[in-house]
């Protein structure tokens, strides 16, 4: 079978191994006579699966105690609204850094729960950069500065983390697990699975402990406790979603770890960019180069026409998802953790060609 | 290969069929070289897909244009906030009738957002029974009355429905597609998907859509006004498990629809409750004759002892997920549509067996 060029922004390619795997036990879990979604999410071979699937996720990231990994549903846009229903009080502010569409939603979200401010923002220059870390200004009340650490929609990327006195939040949910971090620069780091994760349907929320308090006026399924206190077992999880995940965690590992995924993305990123420089303008980033995403690659050609053309052709070839996002327009290569580097060495080629030839 | 013979409470067994078509098509989904869930949410190919679950469930349900048909994630548990987070004012009365576990937790959570009222209780009988339709009673402000139309933990099942003047909201987690509805007796109905919808990780909540109301005050994540005007697309929905779905309707659209369904069931149910009703007391049913499940049969042995026996001879022998819920101990068979009636005669034998020879 032929494995498409697949550059879908999320959800996106996952790695044919887990692919594989998954079919094998497809029909008959550990022997189980039955499928994964099928067991007891209090069975033991399911709990086995969800422990292992945390303790890997610790192990990679290299989470200490200090912190809780829990699973969730709704993505990370019901995050946007969990984070100040948790962490902000009356006396508090939420402080946001505004680098693109999702964080932009994150901070109406947090708005309506809250107090908010907005600690930085590249919005005026049209989301083409990260800020400089010194130019972000927190509110002396603030309960949290909020960042999101890869902007998909963009193509740009934080490569060094703010140090600041309180506590930070960071979406990552579409460059999690692409690079090694350092996680006494975090607090709370939340993730929807679709991009470097697994299937879309589960999310994955690292939090420092300290940070979770007990809130009994909080819906139940609102209140990070309620996921903390009970192994995120209160409810049935979305069992196959966390099934998955543990096998992508899984690959992750035998390919490496992040040191290895880090190496293979930078050379994955830096075949697109270095056609793009090369193109004299014939492609055109939107990402100023010291933001530039190792996930999202975002590119104009000259003209509408001219973006229009190179899809068109692209798409005939054979590649997947090039489109920009539907706010944007123009193109995007998404080359998350499990999109091969031949595929990424194939688009670069076929960017080279269709230069030549137009 | 053996299938397990699966009576688990939720997750729970799901068709064959639809377990060797997934897999059939799950490294290469319609030709495109990619898996469901590798598709982008928003390509032609997943539309379709989420598109003919919506249908075939307003099909076999005859649901009206008066309702939306939404998926959510999450579980039943969230829906709990989010039934009086959109229904509920500071002016009106949450009524729910108390059933069984899930709906005192709904109560609970109904709590915390605004004011409530029991409408009607069976927990002082132990929760053996549905009440009587004339012994529930509605505060004059009720904004909805709240039912738990089968009640997994206690084996309970309302056999007819109340015919209120105020909007009626029911939590079919467990029987929806069980049988055939009058959708003019209901306003909300909501379930999560991992009995007889397919794998947990779904929520279909179907609403008339009168009581939509775009409250821009609600976090955009728990606003069915964001699920209704989006069609279920404001965020990446839970892909794979949305593809189950469809393929589990399809699989009862097949099987002949809910009529066909509902006489499967009725036998299925028959064959576990005219064993308990001939043992004469060896096999004591929780559940009132006429507030029977035909989706759990719970049922105790004389002692604590014996019940412990007849559940460690049915494992030996291969039956899975007999035990209670851990709240109330005793036996429980989960026989949901996709559990074959062959497996429920297995059960039905064996547990005569297990009684001549104790």
Known sequence: MKRALNFNAGPAALPQAVLEK??????????????????????KEYEAVHNQAITSLRKLLSISDDFEVIFLQGGASLQFSMIPMNLLSEESTANYVLTGSWSDKALKEANKIGKTAVAASTKEGGYHSIPNLSDIKVTEDAAYLHITSNNTIYGTQWHQFPDVAIPVVADMSSDILSRPLNMDQFDLIYAGAQKNLGPSGVTVVIIRKELIKDNGKLPTMLNYHTYSSNNSLYNTPPTLAIYLLSLVLEWVEETGGLEAIQKENTEKAHALYAEIDESNGFYIGHAEKNSRSQMNVTFNLASEQLSAKFLAEAKHAGFVGLNGHRSVGGCRASIYNAVPKEHVHELASFMKNFRLNN
Chains 1, 2 share one sequence.
């Open 22 to 43: 998954a079919e094998k036990n497809w029909l008959n879990f550990n022997n189980s006579g039955m499928a994964i979604m099928e067991l007891s999410h209090r069975s």
